[in-house]
Nanobody
Framework: QVRFVESGGGLVQAGGSLRLSCEASGNIFTFYSAGWYRQAPGKQRELVAV???????NYADSVKGRFTISGRNNLNTVILQMHSLKPEDTAVYFC?????????WGQGTQVTVSS
């Protein structure tokens, strides 16, 4: 069973930066994809930045040039560095990973950007 330890969310002013970290706990897993999604109040969960199965990062258009995803240890640790944050980035950010046959989600960490 995959469990994640997420950290790094919080409150920041517009234009500021935050760094989110997600680490799989308990074992070293083989992930075919891993990254971050987010969900704002009243909206659907959306992709923010995810490594696909060829380890190429995919970014939402809204975060390109501002967010950078990095991974290590076969994607058992995934970092999302966020710069130039905007109020519309406010959401709960969820860590995500996929094994051969199942998707796994973290419990989420709140990011709030004040104007």
């Amino acid at each position: 069973q995959v469990r994640f330890v997420e950290s790094g969310g919080g409150l920041v002013q517009a234009g500021g930066s935050l760094r989110l970290s997600c680490e799989a706990s308990g074992n070293i897993f083989t992930f075919y994809s891993a990254g971050w999604y987010r969900q704002a109040p009243g909206k659907q969960r959306e992709l923010v930045a995810v490594f696909n199965n060829s380890l190429t990062p995919n970014y939402a258009d809204s975060v390109k040039g501002r967010f950078t995803i990095s991974g290590r240890n076969n994607l058992n640790t995934v970092i999302l560095q966020m710069h130039s944050l905007k109020p519309e980035d406010t959401a709960v950010y969820f860590c995500y990973a996929r094994t051969r046959d199942k998707d796994y989600w973290g419990q989420g960490t709140q990011v709030t950007v004040s104007s």
